[in-house]
């Protein structure tokens, strides 16, 4: 037999954790492959890109789709339990599909984002294959995204701070600098979670406030205007609010029309892009060149 589809391994997923206890993700493979009869040589299929077998590929996104419906929760990195609501749509006797799962509001936002239209064929579409290749990159950078901003939430307040602090470092600020990225004391830090030098002495600083709010929650004018005020005890001319929630707008318009310093706002989701783009707590699996034709080669004698 072929490696079943992803969305034909969310039973079996919720069935093999079906005793309530904790399993890691490898764990899950294997009970998955005894009760499915998934082969060896099954298992030993390889995607495309040859960096991963189809299998593990498969189960993963399964996972994926079924965190999103609550129906597993993740207690630790990488270890899955079922919750209540699993159990739940064992015990219905439905087939758990991704009709199914439509039923959970927070899976039917998931997967508005991450699939825009009806779930069809390659050959049913009418975008050009390079269309296709773009949506399915989108999709698994939503997707993505998504994984990371649970990650995030899962870190103490003060892992949140190293993560802002290693990200703009990453992305080059304090570039060269000893020692350029630094998170303040959580007691007594005046409003200032974090500071990245500029140059080498110190004469130009970023002053960073981390907030590890709800990603539903809103930032409002007043958490600003806090922050200013933190920055001006500094004599800072440069500030940086990181939030996983998002901001209001009145805190967004309070913000552009400051005079005499500078402040940006980053929320969740720039926050998630920007860890994708800089590699902060991702890694790249697959690279695919899309290669066309030379037609200057051809155009000359050969």
């Known amino acids: 037999m072929s490696v079943p589809k992803f969305f034909e391994f969310f039973e079996g997923f919720l069935r093999a954790i079906d005793d309530g206890e904790v399993h890691s993700a490898k764990e899950v493979r294997e009970i998955i492959a005894t009760k499915m009869n998934i082969s060896d040589l099954d298992r030993s299929e390889m995607l495309p890109s040859g960096k991963q077998s189809t299998f593990d590929n ?19 990195r990488g270890k899955y339990r079922i919750t209540p609501e699993g159990k739940k749509a064992l015990a219905s006797g439905n087939n758990i599909d991704l009709k199914y799962l439509e039923k959970y509001e927070a899976f039917k936002a998931f997967h508005s984002i991450t699939n825009n239209n009806d779930i069809v064929s390659a050959e049913e579409k009418e975008e050009s294959p390079i269309e296709i290749l773009d949506d399915a990159y989108q999709q698994i950078i939503t997707v993505l995204a998504s994984q990371i901003m649970d990650e995030v939430m899962k870190l103490p307040p003060a892992g949140f701070e190293k993560l802002v602090v290693k990200m703009l470092l990453n992305m080059g600020y304090g570039n060269g600098i000893e020692g350029a990225g630094t998170v303040t004391k959580q007691s007594n830090d005046g409003g200032i979670d974090g500071i990245i030098k500029e140059d080498q002495f110190g004469f130009s600083n970023i002053y960073i406030q981390a907030k590890q709010w709800a990603p539903d929650l809103t930032v409002s004018k007043p958490e600003i205007q806090k922050f ?44 998630t892009r920007l860890m994708i783009k800089y590699n902060v707590g991702v890694s790249v699996e697959h690279i695919y060149e899309i290669k066309r034709i030379d037609s200057d080669f051809f155009a000359d004698e050969l």
Not at 59 to 70: H, I
């Open 58 to 76: 498969r189960v993963a996104w399964a996972r994926t789709y079924l965190d999103k419906a609550g129906l597993i929760d993740t207690p630790q």
């Open 228 to 271: 200013v005020g933190a920055l001006q005890g500094q004599q800072a001319q440069k500030g940086l609010f990181i939030t996983t929630a998002k901001f209001s707008s009145g805190a967004t318009q309070y913000a552009e029309n400051l005079l005499g310093v500078k402040v940006v706002l980053i929320d969740g989701t720039a926050l």
